[in-house]
């Protein structure tokens, strides 16, 4: 399978517990987002990166959210001390550079499902 | 605050019949459009995209963008009950920002 690969699927944890999830994009894609939707709304973004370079983090990002892509390859999403509002679906998406003004296609994988007991 | 506005339904239309889905933007400077269906419990599937106004036709949709305005539209002919789900609008200003979602029209179409 060559899409984006998202890990773990599910996720339950207890209030107050770390999480770590785990995205794989598209081997040729260097631009790779974060995402959380919860039901009923679009997604919401986090964060960019391209290649290893963290480009962009929404204001919304709480400091108990924090992402890496340490090789330009795959990236981590931790949320510290979690809280029931953290409840949602984790979406990472990857796509490649495209002309100079345009943003090609990003592609999702399928989600990490967060619930916070 | 960029925005993406879209009307969340549900939009029901019969099968056969065209579906129109409507999206408007607020940052004149977005330059990439794109439409995503999501089905219930799935990650969202992009079907289209846009850059140029006008039309951009792929199979059964149609993509429509008129800068002007600041408004896309998604046309999905001869509907079929497979077509039942939510439409996302996506849009994005210069390269490398991110892509800024609407919240969704849920489309339903009866057979």
């Known amino acids: 399978d060559t899409g984006v690969s998202q890990d773990p699927r599910h996720k339950i944890t207890k209030r107050g517990q770390n999480v770590t999830f785990r995205c794989d994009p598209i081997s040729e894609h260097n631009r790779l987002y974060w995402y959380r939707q919860t039901l009923g709304q679009g997604p919401e973004f986090l964060t960019y990166?391209?290649?290893?370079?963290?480009?962009?983090k929404s204001r919304l990002l709480s400091d108990r959210f924090s992402a890496e892509r340490p090789k330009g390859s795959f990236s981590t999403l931790e949320i510290q001390r979690t809280e029931q509002g953290d409840s949602a679906m984790y979406l990472c998406a990857s796509s490649t550079t495209g002309r100079a003004i345009m943003n090609t296609e990003a592609f999702f994988g399928q989600g990490t499902r967060l619930t916070v007991v | 605050q960029k925005e993406v506005e879209q009307n969340s339904g549900p939009l029901s239309v019969p099968e056969g019949a065209i579906a129109s889905l409507n999206c408007t933007y607020s940052d004149r400077g977005s330059q990439s459009f794109f439409w995503y269906r999501q089905y219930s419990g799935k990650s969202p599937e992009l079907i289209m995209f846009i850059y140029s106004n006008g039309d951009k036709e792929d199979g059964r949709f149609t993509a429509q963008l008129n800068k002007a305005s600041q408004y896309v539209s998604l046309l999905i002919r001869d509907s079929q009950p497979s077509d039942s789900a939510t439409y996302l609008c996506?849009?994005?200003?210069?390269?490398?920002?991110?892509?800024?979602f609407g919240k969704g029209t849920t489309l339903s179409v009866s057979s």
């Open positions: 990166f391209q290649n290893e370079a963290q480009l962009e």
């Open positions: 996506a849009v994005s200003s210069e390269a490398g920002t991110a892509l800024i």
